[in-house]
């Protein structure tokens, strides 16, 4: 089944499949742009992304581990948790700004 589903200016796309386990794969892609802080300078900016993800959605409490796919643990089926988590995720990420990267920080005298 294909999916979509945008928030704050971040799109999931692709396809789901529910599996015989009960458990729910989701393969395609996140894109949009999304502002950031930068971890050097403290200032916001706008990131671009352009994601392949591949999420394996499943009841929880879960005890297994997959190579291949991301594990979700979720109640109930929710996109917009998992697009929410993923903005959440990227936030937290070592975002450095344009300014920062031409600039260095961490020369060694």
């Known amino acids: 089944m294909k999916v979509n589903k945008s928030f704050q200016n971040l799109t999931l796309e692709g396809e789901s499949v529910k599996n015989k386990d009960g458990s729910i794969?989701?393969?395609?892609?996140i894109f949009g742009?999304?502002?950031?802080?930068?971890?050097?300078?403290?200032?916001?900016?706008?990131?671009n992304i352009n994601e392949d993800v591949k999420f394996k959605v499943v009841k929880p409490p879960y005890s297994?581990?997959?190579?291949?796919?991301d594990i979700i643990e979720q109640e109930k089926f929710d996109l917009e948790?998992?697009?929410?988590?993923?903005i959440e995720s990227i936030k937290n990420d070592y975002n450095v700004c344009?300014?920062?990267?031409?600039?260095?920080?961490?020369?060694?005298?």
């Not at 794969?25 to 892609?29: E, S």
């Open 25 to 29: 794969t989701i393969t395609g892609k």
């Open 33 to 47: 742009e999304i502002e950031v802080e930068c971890v050097k300078c403290l200032n916001t900016f706008k990131r």
């Open 64 to 69: 297994g581990f997959d190579e291949e796919y």
């Open 81 to 86: 948790e998992i697009l929410k988590s993923e």
């Open 98 to 109: 344009e300014s920062c990267e031409k600039e260095d920080f961490n020369k060694e005298f």
